[in-house]
């Protein structure tokens, strides 16, 4: 069974950092992308960074430059978050695409404030 455990988050003034982690567990083979999402009260669920085939990365406009994803032999997906920022406040989730299916972690939130 695929388990996708996140860990990171908490609570942070304006202008911190913070480093969110993902574990993957299970059997993945080969994932096609490793990504983060967030999602805040009232709103939906949007993309942050991606990691595609553990080279190639895109991030959405608002974090470019701020924001860093990497990941590690397969099974580990991280979001390194500086500078943060009030509305970078959200639930974030780990996500894992393979070629069979989709996969969701529980979320870890993320609070910006002073």
């Known amino acids: 069974q695929v388990q996708l455990v996140e860990s990171g988050g908490g609570l942070v003034q304006p202008g911190g950092s913070l480093r969110l982690s993902c574990v993957v567990s299970?059997?993945?083979?080969?994932?096609?992308?490793m990504a983060w999402y967030r999602q805040a009260p009232g709103k939906q669920r949007d993309l942050v960074a991606r990691i595609i085939r553990g080279a190639r990365t895109t991030y959405t406009d608002s974090v470019k430059g701020r924001f860093t994803v990497s990941d590690n032999a397969q099974n580990t997906v991280s979001l390194q978050m500086n500078a943060l920022k009030p509305e970078d406040s959200a639930l974030y989730y780990c996500?894992?695409?393979?070629?069979?299916?989709?996969?969701w972690g529980q979320g870890t939130q993320v609070t910006v404030s002073s």
């Open positions: 996500y894992v695409q393979t070629w069979a299916s989709t996969y």
């Open positions: 299970g059997n993945i083979d080969h994932p096609l992308a």
